[in-house]
């Protein structure tokens, strides 16, 4: 059976200024199976960022309890976080000038993180890294020789160089064209055919309806998952699906511990409220929600 990767339970989030505090989650709910790849979406503000800095170790949460491969983020150390972002996870940033140094090589940036650990074969590994993501025939170019793309390829091979539990990507194809995105996105496919677990946040729509499981994030909570239709599970690859148009997903609304559900902005308008108040009823098998009677 596989086990959690990450088992985020009434995760909060609070931060706090002189003036005001601002509560970025609210009491979020997950579980990302090892070898899963699931990618996270939602709204600005909506919490999505600040899970994934929880999970990479660049923030503490308020409350709840978070673990990623079996470790527990709210009772490590100093020291124990710092060896946790170096062996269990990898990041992949939207903005490639926090994963690239424009002074060294491509293959001298991914040796680079190996450096801090026992890693042997450090040209080897690396080279093998390139070219899994196609980029070995620019081992010795710079940076500033790279395109967009191929610098975030290189990113995806530096995030693997200490062979991590979880690899994290931020909008790993928010500054890219289509055909490369695409190409990033069989990476990532790749990757997690031979077991690497991924979480992905994303807003491109393409991208986010060829992912098996895709998770909403709303008001710093689950609101609902996506998961992909059978008929296209093997699919990915066909240039003839228009994946920005095609339903390629079934969508379901999360009940979480306590219950509660929440409604999509869609059907809430539909309703007309006049206030907070819904009726909510079983019939035949099905819960009904309606605006009360006036």
């Known amino acids: 059976m596989p086990q959690a990767m990450i088992q985020a339970d009434g995760l909060v989030k609070i931060y706090k200024t002189k003036q005001t505090e601002v509560l970025a989650l609210q009491g979020l709910d997950l579980t990302v199976e090892e070898g899963e790849l699931t990618a996270i979406i939602g709204n600005s503000g909506s919490g999505k960022s600040t899970f994934?800095?929880?999970?990479?170790?660049?923030?503490?949460?308020?409350?709840?309890?978070l673990t990623v491969g079996g470790k527990n983020l709210f009772t490590m150390t100093e020291k124990e976080l710092v060896l946790y972002k170096r062996d269990t996870v990898g990041f992949v940033w939207q903005n490639n000038g926090r994963n690239l140094l424009p002074y060294l090589t491509v293959l001298e940036n991914v040796m680079l993180p190996m450096s801090l650990s026992s890693t042997g074969k450090k040209k080897s590994k690396a080279t093998e890294l390139l070219e899994m993501v196609g980029m070995a025939h620019k081992k010795y170019s710079r940076m500033n020789m790279l395109s967009g793309g191929e610098q975030q390829r290189v990113a995806i091979a530096i995030a693997l160089a200490n062979s991590p539990q979880l690899l994290l990507a931020d909008e790993p194809t928010g500054s890219v064209d289509m055909k490369t995105a695409n190409y990033i996105f069989d990476v990532f496919t790749e990757l997690n055919k031979n077991g690497q677990t991924i979480l992905i946040v994303t807003h491109d729509v393409?991208?986010?309806?060829?992912?098996?499981?895709?998770?909403?994030?709303?008001?710093?909570?689950?609101?609902?998952?996506?998961?992909?239709?059978?008929?296209?599970?093997?699919?990915?690859?066909?240039?003839?699906?228009?994946?920005?148009?095609?339903?390629?997903?079934?969508?379901?609304?999360?009940?979480d511990r306590a219950g509660r559900v929440q409604i999509p902005a869609e059907l809430m308008e539909e309703l007309h409220l006049k206030d907070n108040k819904v009726c909510i009823g079983l019939h035949d098998g099905k819960v009904v929600i309606s605006r009360p009677e006036e």
């Open 52 to 65: 994934l800095n929880m999970i990479g170790g660049l923030d503490r949460p308020s409350a709840g309890s």
């Open 206 to 255: 393409a991208l986010s309806r060829k992912v098996k499981r895709v998770v909403a994030i709303r008001d710093g909570k689950i609101s609902s998952e996506r998961v992909l239709k059978e008929a296209y599970a093997d699919r990915l690859q066909e240039s003839n699906i228009d994946w920005r148009q095609e339903e390629t997903q079934d969508e379901y609304a999360i009940v």
